[in-house]
Nanobody, 119 residues
Framework: QVQLVESGGGLVQAGGSLRLSCAAS????????MGWFRQAPGKEREFVAR????????NTADSVKDRFTISRDYAKNTVYLQMNSLKPEDTAVYYC????????????WGQGTMVTVSS
C-alpha cells in the first residue's frame, strides 16, 4: 500500500510562486510515473504534469507549460511541482498520483492540497 502526502499549498497573489511536494511511503517505492492533477471548484479534475520515475521524462499541460515544472527526488521518494507566475485560474485542489503500470490510469492518490491565487 502506497501513501502519498501533498504539502506546500496556500494563498498567494497573482504572479507569485509556490512549490508543492508529494512524499511517498508504505512500500518499496518504484512507480512507473508520478503525476500532478488539479480540480477547481465546480470543475472536473484535470491533468497538470507527469514524470517517469526512472527516466525523468516529463509532460506538462499546455495551460501551465513554461510556468510549472515537475521534478522528483529519488532519495526522498518525493515529487515536486514548482509553480511560477501563478494566475487566479490556477486556483484548485492539487493532487499527486502514482502509476505502477506503464499505461492506464493512476492507481494511488494523495488527499490533495489547496492552492488559492488572489488577483
Amino acid at each position: 500500500q502506497v501513501q502519498l502526502v501533498e504539502s506546500g499549498g496556500g494563498l498567494v497573489q497573482a504572479g507569485g510562486s509556490l512549490r508543492l511536494s508529494c512524499a511517498a511511503s508504505g512500500r518499496t517505492f518504484s512507480p512507473y510515473a508520478m503525476g500532478w492533477f488539479r480540480q477547481a471548484p465546480g470543475k472536473e479534475r484535470e491533468f497538470v504534469a507527469r514524470i517517469t520515475w526512472s527516466g525523468g521524462n516529463t509532460n506538462t499541460a499546455d495551460s501551465v507549460k513554461d510556468r510549472f515544472t515537475i521534478s522528483r527526488d529519488y532519495a526522498k521518494n518525493t515529487v515536486y511541482l514548482q509553480m511560477n507566475s501563478l494566475k487566479p485560474e490556477d486556483t484548485a485542489v492539487y493532487y499527486c498520483a502514482a502509476r505502477f503500470r506503464t499505461a492506464g490510469p493512476f492507481e494511488n492518490w494523495g488527499q490533495g492540497t489547496m492552492v488559492t491565487v488572489s488577483s
